[in-house]
């Protein structure tokens, strides 16, 4: 029988912030016997906690009517926490304690109450996932989203939104705000446990297939629109300074007018690369075709794509393509003297 209760992670929550425990007994076949404690008098509370007794007890309904199962997520206690930064933006405080609880075991968490909030945050934090109610006071989901992927500095930041509202009509205006998914609510957290990792693990593999292919094709790898055509300029701004060793962060950020930091959570987001990385992977990449074509050997090559060192140049190639730059070109010379198969 599926139990659709608030579940032992809010119940074992609420007991703590009244000073008690919870423990259970089983026995196979005969059931189970949950124990809770708490002290009743009030010496065992400070006067601020004391003073909370006397309000209203925590509207726990409304947690049960967005989230059908607090079945806690899976975690082994060793587990270290990914380099994954999520906003959590959801006006209900108890719901948004609660997922921030869950999920900080795994990812670097931030709350938010509204939309105004939440851009706040991330003007201020490298934020890779937003997680958002849709209906909201101020600012709502749907806004925000549209402001996130509007800007070319957040366009990047993946976006799931949560909603009551499940029509058609709805689910069209998500997707035109620009989400990249959308959930039900009430909804399971296990679920948008699995929207989330789903997310993450596509952009990370788009990021390790444009490090490690030696073709320069954006379109390929399926960005939004914004993202491709910036990921377009700034290849474009690397090609103009292809030569220059000493382009620097300092240069490329100019070009692009955006400040350092934008411009590094940008390329890291989309590419999984510092930009110091990217400009270097770029430089790599012309060098494979250049290679490929027998444009010069091997130190002139490494000079016109901006390395100083040809044996610093040979090794960054092997460690990007698995070869060294003489097996790359033995490679393609292989490949274009075997005989190929025609039919007749």
């Given at each position: 029988m599926?139990?659709?209760?608030?579940?032992?992670?809010?119940?074992?929550?609420?007991?703590?912030?009244?000073?008690?425990?919870?423990?259970v007994e089983s026995q196979l076949g005969q059931g189970s016997v949950f124990t809770v404690e708490f002290p009743l008098d009030a010496p065992f509370y400070t006067d601020a906690e004391r003073v909370g007794l006397s309000a209203s007890p925590p509207?726990?309904?409304?947690?049960?009517?967005?989230?059908?199962?607090?079945?806690?997520?899976?975690e082994p206690e060793e587990a270290e926490v990914s380099d994954i930064s999520l906003l959590i933006v959801e006006d209900n405080a108890q719901l948004r304690s609660l997922m921030e609880k869950i999920f900080s075991k795994r990812y670097h968490t931030y709350q938010a109450a509204n939309g105004e909030e939440a851009l706040r945050i991330v003007d201020e934090h490298p934020i890779d996932v937003v997680v958002s109610d849709i209906i909201m006071p101020g600012m709502d989901g749907l806004e925000l989203c549209r402001r996130l992927k509007g800007n070319v500095n957040t366009s990047h930041i993946g976006v799931l939104l949560l909603t009551a509202k499940n029509s058609v009509d709805d689910r069209i205006d998500s997707y035109n705000a620009g989400a990249d998914g959308y959930l039900s609510?009430?909804?399971?957290?296990?679920?948008?446990?699995?929207r989330l990792s789903s997310l993450i693990k596509n952009r990370q593999h788009k990021?390790?297939?444009f490090k490690t292919t030696v073709e320069l094709s954006i379109s390929a790898l399926e960005f939004p629109s914004l993202d491709e055509k910036f990921l377009e300029n700034a290849i474009a701004v690397i090609e103009e300074h292809l030569a220059e060793p000493d382009f620097d962060l300092d240069m490329f950020?100019?070009?692009?007018s955006m400040s350092k930091?934008?411009?590094y959570r940008k390329i890291k987001s989309l590419t999984g690369m510092s930009p110091v990385e990217f400009t270097k992977n770029i430089r790599l990449k012309h060098a494979c075709r250049m290679l490929s074509m027998q444009a010069g050997n091997v130190s002139d090559i490494a000079y016109s794509v901006g390395f100083a060192d040809p044996k610093y140049f040979t090794s960054c190639f092997k460690a990007a393509f698995g070869v060294t730059p003489t097996e790359y070109v033995k490679q393609h010379k292989h490949a274009d003297t075997s005989p190929t198969n025609t039919e007749n």
């Open positions: 599926e139990n659709h209760g608030i579940g032992l992670t809010l119940t074992k929550e609420m007991l703590e912030l009244h000073h008690g425990s919870i423990r509207d726990v309904d409304l947690v049960q009517l967005e989230i059908t199962s607090l079945e806690a997520l899976t609510k009430p909804f399971e957290l296990k679920v948008l446990d699995a990021s390790e297939r950020s100019g070009k692009l930091s934008s411009l």
